[in-house]
């Protein structure tokens, strides 16, 4: 790729990223990053390696909020091959057994339905779920197996897309903490012959889907002075919650760290809102027990 200037540099915004499979998600944000030139990053979740898709990014005052999606409902198009069993539960993984695989489309359909709706699911040993601090893949890489603790997780929609004698594609949506290789796996046993995944790719998270994301070679072939352009505004990850416009002196108070008495509304304690003074985005605000909002998480207004 072409050299970027080192000196990093404030920079605000969000990255809708369109990550490519075969890098983890930290290889793609240094790359961003780079790209960008920016001094400051994070990322709103992972994305397996071998996965592509939807991966926003922040940069700068936007990193306060990276935390906003992890909560929201996903949507995947995942592959999954019958017949072989890998340690893994993915194509990267050691083939552990293969099976005959006699599966028609009607059974396949049939299977499905029972993975529909609030299901049970153990948390794969090749994760980042943490045992004594540690992630499980850690402990799976050495050898050793970690007992755990099936999870409730709901599957809202698993849609056939394709269906071809031992391998379909299928689209998902899912809550959180769901893992479509553990979903791929138990498709696979429930169907007598093991299974794994052979492909994903994420087209959703919340509100945000790939239409408006961006490739790692669209910034590299963007002029440097045109990258910061396509960063999002820092609010949009905050879009799904309502908006408040605050006067000159309310935003003043806020920006101090005092509470606001607004005018009387409809106030939930624990509810946020965001907060806009004139002409610009000052952050989040949560409404609390003493029916005041008070500052939740604020920018640097410059």
């Known amino acids: ?17 369109d990550k490519p499979s075969g890098i983890t998600s930290n290889a793609a944000l240094q790359t961003a990053r780079r790209l960008l030139a ?16 939807l991966l926003p990014l922040t940069f700068g005052e936007a990193t306060k909020f990276s935390q906003m999606l992890l909560d929201a409902d996903k949507v995947y198009e995942a592959g999954v091959k019958l017949g072989i069993q890998t340690d893994t539960g993915d194509a990267e993984g050691a083939v552990l057994s293969v099976h005959p695989v006699a599966v028609d489309e009607t059974e396949l359909r049939a ?9 049970e699911q153990m948390p794969p040993m090749y994760s980042a779920l943490k045992h004594d601090g540690k992630p499980l893949y850690k402990y799976a ?20 897309l394709a269906f071809q004698k031992d391998r379909f594609v299928l689209r998902i949506a899912c809550s959180k903490g769901a893992y479509i290789r553990s979903l791929a796996m138990d498709i696979g046993t429930a169907l007598g012959c093991g299974a794994h995944l052979d492909a994903l790719r994420r087209t959703r998270i919340g509100a945000f889907d790939l239409s408006g994301s961006i490739t790692l070679d669209t910034i590299e072939a963007s002029p440097l002075a045109q990258r910061d352009a396509l960063l999002a505004p820092v609010d949009t990850l905050l879009k799904a919650f309502p908006k408040l416009e605050l006067d000159s002196a309310s935003a003043q108070l806020i920006l101090q760290g005092q509470p606001l008495c607004p005018p009387e ?25 003493d029916g005041r909002l008070w500052p939740k998480r604020l920018i640097a207004v410059k």
């Open 111 to 119: 299977a499905l339905a029972r993975f529909t709706g609030e299901i």
């Open 1 to 17: 790729m072409s050299a970027v200037p080192l000196l990093r540099r404030p920079i605000d915004g969000v990255l809708l990223l």
């Open 38 to 53: 920016a001094r400051k990053a994070g990322h709103t979740g992972t994305l397996d390696p071998m996965a592509s898709g």
């Open 141 to 160: 890489r050495a050898g050793i197996e970690i007992e755990r603790t099936p999870r409730r997780v709901t599957i809202t929609e698993l849609t056939l």
């Open 265 to 289: 509304r409809e106030k939930t304690p624990g509810d946020c809102v965001r907060l806009y003074g004139p002409g610009e985005f000052l952050g989040l605000g949560q409404w609390k027990e």
